[in-house]
């Protein structure tokens, strides 16, 4: 019935509406459910849950539809979900995965923040094929080997161009850490690879930027001296989300459950402070924007139109 009113796991939340908002209504609640069940743990504490799970929600909203509607449709679809939030969590509670210990959340949630961006959205996949049919020479030449052109091709694009580890090359290809080495250092003299000029333990490795969306050396360098003061890994580990993003829009408190919450609000503060590094596409009056990297730091074929 039009302009009903619910009282139900809500707590007397007053929502009116027919025709669209209905149909946004459904689509958000389905959007929610989707993202309860997820099996990716969730922060310990409740009010930290219905942070992040809203955040799932945004991401989705974003990742299914950006291009797809006009703004102002999303605008709507973003208004709904603050609007109705608060009557679908407490129904949607019993669903959630049980918290985690804060230490191994962070660490879950840390890799689950970069496998929920696609290969595709970091990587272009059509030079980095073309590249691997190029060095075919250093290559296995057995059909069974472990270590082919589509397997390193499949590897490489699941780190998303972030840093990785010998060992995660070695662990991956089931093969001993001499031949990793061999391997690895094959593809750092064919410019494949880039090394993080890290020394013993520190040392990582990680695609080439001309087979990145993002100009992955020079964001780095960008983050690092923006974040300047802060404990080090904090650094790295912004410039790898950014880079694993491939410059597409993000919320910015998509970020919170990835970083410390003491230092959040700073970091969110001298990153979008900085008007070279990213740019505000809309903005929420709680606070939550909607931010993106400046084309300057994408690739020329990946730019947008206005930032060429």
């Known amino acids: 019935m039009e302009g009903a009113c619910s009282t139900a796991a809500g707590g007397g939340y007053r929502w009116l509406g027919a025709g669209q908002e209905r149909l946004d209504r459904a689509l958000v609640a389905g959007l929610m ?15 930290a849950q219905g942070r992040t799970l809203k955040l799932r929600v945004q991401q989705a909203l974003l990742s299914h539809l950006a291009g797809r509607i006009t703004l102002d449709r999303f605008r709507d679809l973003v208004n709904t979900l603050e609007r109705s939030f608060s009557f679908y969590f407490p129904l949607l509670s019993s669903l959630l995965p049980p918290a985690a210990a804060d230490s191994s959340y962070l660490r879950t949630a840390l890799q689950a923040g970069f496998d929920a961006f696609p290969p595709s959205r970091a990587v272009v996949g059509d030079r ?3 590249e691997l049919a190029r060095l075919r020479g250093i290559l296995p030449q057995r059909p069974q080997s472990k270590l082919t052109g589509p397997k390193l091709q499949k590897f490489l694009e699941r780190t998303r161009g972030t840093w990785f580890r010998l060992r995660d090359f070695q662990e991956h290809f089931q093969v001993d850490r001499k031949t990793a080495w061999e391997y690895v250092q094959k593809f750092l003299q064919a410019k494949l690879l880039v090394h993080n000029q890290g020394r013993a ?3 990582r490795y990680g695609l080439a930027d001309r087979f990145l969306k993002v100009k992955a050396g020079a964001l780095r360098r960008e983050v690092a001296a923006l974040l300047s003061g802060l404990p080090s890994p904090l650094a790295s580990l912004v410039a790898d989300r950014l880079i694993a993003g491939g ?3 993000f919320w910015e408190e998509e970020w919170r459950p990835f970083l410390p919450d003491s230092l959040f609000q700073e970091i969110i503060t001298r990153l979008s402070d900085s008007t070279s590094l990213l ?3 809309c903005a929420r009056e709680a606070g939550n924007r909607l931010l993106r990297l400046q084309g300057g730091w994408l690739h020329f074929s990946q730019q947008s139109p206005e930032d060429r």
Not at 33 to 47: Q, V
């Open 33 to 47: 459910l989707d993202a309860a069940l997820e099996s990716t743990p969730l922060p310990p504490d409740p009010e």
């Open 247 to 249: 410059g597409e829009p």
């Open 201 to 203: 333990a520190a040392v």
């Open 128 to 130: 980095l094929t073309a």
């Open 279 to 281: 740019k505000v596409v």
